[in-house]
T-cell receptor, first 113, second 110 residues
């Protein structure tokens, strides 16, 4: 079966613009995660969805960041009024459950000019 | 809160054995995971320890000591393709997602 799919793979935009990043998890996976990774750094947790439960948004760095997961499947991460410090690789992962191995997509490389 | 410490870089030669340590501080504990990430690639799951002891999967083994808040990843018979970054990660009772360490960059030399 297909793995976690993210789009676009690369996004270059001007400071102040809004961007939407998409994640299509592995079919049947109930848990979905968004992380951010700056060059040479570790993964920074952003947000976590589990089934129909309220998402864990504790990692979102500011109110410019938001995410949705529709129908328990596809998720979009939206960054409003982008800033240069938002430049990073945004990684999505999904898993069967909370403590199950996470399967990562290839990420979206976001560059803010 | 939680924090993890792991060495930033390790260098070893082909065929050797290398151990990557990870110490953690959490308010609770649900297990220690290890992920591998090649440059420009996605992280991939390697192992998970919820209980004390050694878990072996082929050339890779992972160890956990909950009383010491310590674990390690052991890579045997190193190959050039093992050159990558290795991340330990924990989940504690205060958060439902994983917290990752900063990663250890392993360079395997011929």
């Amino acid at each position: 079966g297909a793995g976690v799919s993210q789009s676009p793979s690369n996004k270059v935009t001007e400071k102040g613009k809004d961007v939407e990043l998409r994640c299509d998890p592995i079919s049947g996976h109930t848990a979905l995660y968004w992380y951010r990774q700056s060059l040479g750094q570790g993964l920074e947790f952003l947000i976590y969805f589990q089934g129909n439960s309220a998402p864990d948004k504790s990692g979102l760095p500011s109110d410019r960041f938001s995410a949705e997961r529709t129908g328990g499947s596809v998720s979009t991460l939206t960054i409003q009024r982008t800033q240069q410090e938002d430049s990073a690789v945004y990684l999505c992962a999904s898993s069967w459950g909370q403590d199950q191995p996470q399967h990562f997509g290839d990420g979206t490389r976001l560059s803010i000019l | 809160g939680q924090s993890l410490e792991q060495p930033s870089e390790v260098t070893a030669v082909e065929g050797a054995i290398v151990q990557i340590n990870c110490t953690y501080q959490t308010s609770g504990f649900y297990g220690l995971s290890w992920y591998q990430q090649h440059d420009g690639g996605a992280p991939t799951f390697l192992s998970y320890n919820a209980l004390d002891g050694l878990e072996e999967t082929g050339r890779f083994s992972s160890f956990l000591s909950r009383s010491d808040s310590y674990g390690y990843l052991l890579l045997q018979e190193l190959q050039m393709k093992d050159s990558a970054s290795y991340f330990c990660a924990v989940r504690d009772t205060g958060r439902r997602a994983l917290t990752f360490g900063s990663g250890t960059r392993l360079q395997v030399q011929p």
